[in-house]
């Protein structure tokens, strides 16, 4: 088949408008929210499962890899395109397909928007409960890839916890549903391994998840603290008193100042961390748990505490925690993020050992991270015009996350491992575990055409290039 | 061959760690040896061995559930893994623990009690039930509507494949997506690809009150409607299940005192209890709210217990599915979608065997059936201890794989399935326990292909026979 036949054959099942393969079209389809590139031959927007499938199963026989794209907000470049692959990208298939309100589920397409679904089911009385910091641009495919988290998944879980069954399509263009729209399943849990698979097993076309009923009362707490040392204390505190929040946030000293330079937030200039907490259930709940909250807050040192429950007021004090990605732009022009998790005891130690890292390279370090789970976003902050900058950068970067491994973490809690940290893989997993994994995609994807050359180490270097500041990169 | 396999074993592992087959019948075929390891070296060595000797292998947590699945077809050596009993770690303050499979779940929670935390992991019998066992079954408990199933709480997990290569996948952390999520493919395998050693998981804060709600309805109907009410409301209960006559009567001692005022009496009513826990006025809120509402949606009577008594209860609804199934020709368990959960019920309880209708436990919020049809006569069965006489069970042998096959006709029209978990031996020869196979079938069996080539981990046992 030649490259022609091929882009023939592609329009012919989805329609001339819906491939791009014109060069100045495809270069908005070179990155994601990555540090990496790589330019598809084509870009697919099929319609309908059944266009899914032919145009898979086309590229399956012209030996073309294939990538599924979601929005591109991923930071870790899990949606570059290899050398002659193509891209199948989902705008046009972005319908809320049915919600059925009494067994609680959401039948949804690939292509919907997160906080849309969200949006949409909240007028029933219902939440979608994973909330990514991008929920205004990822869609729900892509959520499934990578397995999303959100602040809420302290209480609420990940995407695997949300997602009850799928219709996907795999390498050959063959078409399988996975789970049940009943919550056991029989046979191997192939909807959960399928979850942050990262595209490699298939693309779901279909996909049913659980919606939550919204709760009764929500209560936000911010608390300012000199250091982030006892803002860790802080949060030791609450968990000792039995509590789960809904969300447990902070935002260092650097970021605090990032986020004053930007717009005021009414945090004080000489804080050290801003710890945010959110509960929810029912109003006693949260006037009994809330004051315990509140005075762990106060006898592990901050200097001030403020709460809402009016959905507007608690908004305010979410601004500083959400816009403060984009506000680091006031203080660098780029940034690289790095998404390790450790054990909650170990956030303190490990937030000085990621200092001591700043200092030596003499990089900036921004703390903006999801304390309840210890998945620290350590956000390296420089200026790629300066020769040498991302090398350095990528450096200093690989050994926050040694250091999270070292403090007993792991390398990626929500975004995934892509291109960027597969040769980081064996800090944490042994050729053995490694090739368990492998089992799992030879079973699902025998010729490895789906989104190859990421996950698992290969020697073969990517290739970074700075982060902009676009929208919707937030975490 | 008996006694080679034996002195081979004894060669390898020593004869502390070779046991005499007692109680190893496993759907009536007797293994020929058990063997206990003592450690993860030990086990490695054995799995080693066994794949080149082409041995097949059970793994065997408490044995609590060694008659679920399809009868093997064949059963060389049970591998006992109860010297797996230590706790790994645990840190309260981190709220995660891991721990070595062969630990019990009342063990486990013994341990993590002191720290003001427990792992919601439910299992019959948790005395006895091990954590590896648990999670190779991977079901759902009678809190399964607020806990999930094993597979939302285990974050990390080492296995020793079939060679006895030691792998893990996940870790100690409570949010990650570095690498594959291999927890949730070794949950709910039921030991077909690997021999679960360590887990950990994430753990959740005691609430400082708990208590139930014992009530009392005309029929399982109402009291499956009225639960599906409740369990959609602000006063939702943590798990609510309604349960016919043959249930009920079972309970005992201080739970049947609580339940007096319950006007019990006749064998059409039925009786529900729904859990609940949390901080005090919260949960005595809830439970106040859910007795009015349940008594404006039917129900008879209302009693409320608390504290103790309530974790009692709790333990009860958990095992007696295991004391009602030896005594019952037939268990099924459906899941099913939860609105359709009155409907199903009442579907199957329509399915008759010998003219008698299934006891039911029904839970609304899960969208969980079980179903135990009663044994007329003592008829032999698979699970059981006693193999027996096998000729009283042949006569009924096409009236039980009806009620087999329309029940789970039932559970397809309302989305889900339904495993047979007890049955006549000759009966459980001829089924798949575990259902009609998905579409998904072909890729299933490539991954056992995949972790097992040789097929030598409890061959048959699964869907589709794998």
């Not at chain 1, 031959?41 to 499938?53: I, L």
Request: charged content about 20%; proline content about 6%; glycine content about 12%.
């Amino acid at each position: 088949m030649t490259t022609k036949q091929f882009l023939t054959g592609l329009q012919r099942i989805v329609g001339e408008e819906n491939v791009v393969f014109h060069p100045d079209d495809l270069l908005v389809f070179e990155y994601d929210g990555s540090v990496d590139r790589g330019l598809p031959q084509a870009v697919v927007f099929p319609a309908s499962t059944d266009e899914v499938s032919r145009v898979i199963a086309l590229a399956h026989r012209a030996g073309v890899p294939v990538v599924g794209r979601g929005t591109g907000t991923g930071l870790s470049g899990g949606a570059i395109t290899p050398p002659g692959g193509i891209q199948v990208a989902f705008p046009r298939m972005n319908h809320i397909l049915e919600v059925d309100t009494e067994n609680r589920i959401a039948f949804v397409e690939p292509g919907v928007i997160n906080l849309d679904l969200d949006t949409h089911v909240r007028k029933m009385g219902l939440r979608y409960a994973p909330d990514p910091s991008s929920q205004r641009a990822c869609s729900l495919g892509g959520n499934i890839a990578e397995n999303a988290g959100g602040p809420h998944c302290l209480a609420y879980g990940t995407t695997t916890n949300h997602v009850l069954g799928m219709e996907v399509v795999l390498e050959d263009g063959s078409v399988i549903n996975l789970g049940s729209l009943a919550r056991e399943t029989v046979g191997y849990d192939l909807r959960g391994v399928f979850t942050g698979s990262e595209g490699t097993f298939g693309i779901a076309t279909r996909i049913a998840v659980r919606l939550l009923p919204v709760p009764e009362s929500v209560r936000t707490f911010l608390g300012i603290f000199p250091d982030v040392e006892s803002a860790c204390t802080a949060v030791s505190a609450v968990i000792e008193h039995g509590i789960v929040p809904a969300a447990l946030e902070m935002i260092d000293a650097l970021t605090i100042q990032a986020v004053q330079n930007v717009s005021d937030a009414g945090y004080p200039d000489d804080a050290g961390a801003v710890l945010l907490i959110e509960l929810e259930g029912l109003q006693d709940e949260v006037d009994e748990i809330g004051g315990e909250v509140e005075a762990a807050l106060w006898e592990t040192g901050a200097t001030q505490v403020r709460t809402a429950e009016a959905a507007d007021e608690r908004e305010q004090l979410w601004v500083g925690r959400k816009g403060a990605l984009g506000a680091l732009g006031s203080i660098a022009p780029n940034y690289f993020l790095v998404d390790g998790v450790v054990p909650r005891t170990k956030l303190a130690q490990v937030l000085g050992q990621v200092a001591e890292v700043s200092r030596k390279y003499n990089i900036p370090i921004a703390n903006v991270f999801h304390a309840g789970d210890g998945n620290l976003h350590p956000c390296l902050l420089f200026d790629e015009r300066q020769p040498g900058a991302i090398q350095k950068i990528v450096e200093a970067g690989t050994e926050v996350l040694q250091v999270c491994v070292d403090a007993g973490g792991t390398l990626t809690g929500e975004h995934g491992v892509g291109l960027e940290k597969k040769e980081q893989m064996p800090l944490v997993f042994s050729d053995d575990d490694m090739a368990a994994m492998l089992l799992v995609r030879q079973a699902f994807a025998p010729d490895n055409s789906l989104n190859p050359g990421k996950i698992f180490p290969d020697g073969k270097s990517h290739t970074p290039r700075a982060h902009p500041f676009a929208p919707g990169m937030t975490v | 061959m008996e006694s080679s396999l034996g002195d081979s074993l004894v060669r390898l592992l020593g004869a502390n760690s070779v046991l005499p087959v007692v109680d190893g019948n496993v759907d009536g075929r007797t293994p020929q040896v058990v063997v206990r390891p003592r450690d993860r070296v030990q086990i490695s060595e054995f799995l080693s061995w066994a794949s080149s000797e082409k041995v097949s292998v059970l793994p065997r947590g408490g044995g609590t559930r060694m008659g679920l699945g399809n009868v093997p077809r064949s059963a060389d050596v049970v591998l006992d893994l109860s010297r797996l009993d230590r706790v790994v770690d645990y840190q309260p303050a981190d709220m995660t623990a891991t721990v070595e499979a062969g630990v019990t779940l009342a063990s486990l929670q013994e341990r993590l009690a002191p720290g003001g935390e427990f792992v919601p992991l439910e299992s019959a019998l948790p005395g006895r039930s091990t954590v590896g066992g648990t999670l190779s079954v991977g079901a759902g408990g009678p809190l399964a509507q607020a806990y999930g199933l094993p597979r939302e709480w285990l974050i990390g997990i080492s296995v020793l494949s079939p060679l006895g290569v030691a792998t893990k996948a996940g870790g100690k952390v409570v949010k990650n997506v570095t690498g594959y999520d291999l927890n949730k493919l070794y949950t709910g395998s039921l030991g077909t690809l690997g021999v679960i050693v360590e887990a950990s998981f994430k753990l959740l804060p005691i609430d400082p009150e708990s208590g139930a709600l014992l009530v009392s309805f005309p029929s399982l109907l109402d009291s499956v409607l009225a639960g599906r009410k409740l369990v959609r409301s602000p006063a939702g209960p943590l798990g609510y299940h309604g349960m016919t006559f043959g249930v009920f009567r079972r309970l005992q001692d201080s739970i049947q005192a609580a339940s007096q005022g319950l006007g019990l009496g006749d064998t059409d009513a039925a009786l529900s209890l729904a859990f609940y826990s949390g901080r005090a006025k919260a949960t005595g809120r809830r439970m106040g709210e859910a007795a009015a509402l349940l008594l404006s949606e039917g129900a008879t009577a209302v009693q409320r217990v608390e504290g103790p008594a309530a974790q009692g209860l709790l333990r009860w609804i958990g095992d007696v599915p295991s004391e009602i199934s030896p005594r019952s020709v037939l268990v099924m368990r459906l899941s099913v979608q939860p609105q359709s959960a009155a409907r199903a019920s009442v579907e199957c309880g329509e399915v008759t065997l010998s003219g008698g209708k299934p006891d039911q436990i029904a839970d609304p919020g899960f969208g969980a059936i079980r179903l135990f049809w009663p044994t007329p006569t003592d008829v032999p069965s698979a699970g059981g201890f006693v193999p027996g006489v096998r000729a009283a069970g042949l006569a009924q042998q096409q009236p039980i794989l009806d009620a087999i096959n329309r029940t789970q006709q039932v559970a397809k029209k309302y989305g889900g399935s339904a495993v047979v978990e007890h049955c006549p031996l000759h009966v459980k020869g001829q089924i798949d326990v575990w259902g009609d196979a998905p579409d998904s079938m072909a890729v299933m069996r490539r991954l056992k292909d995949k972790f097992d080539p040789g097929g030598m981990l409890n061959p048959g046992r699964f869907l589709g026979g794998i």
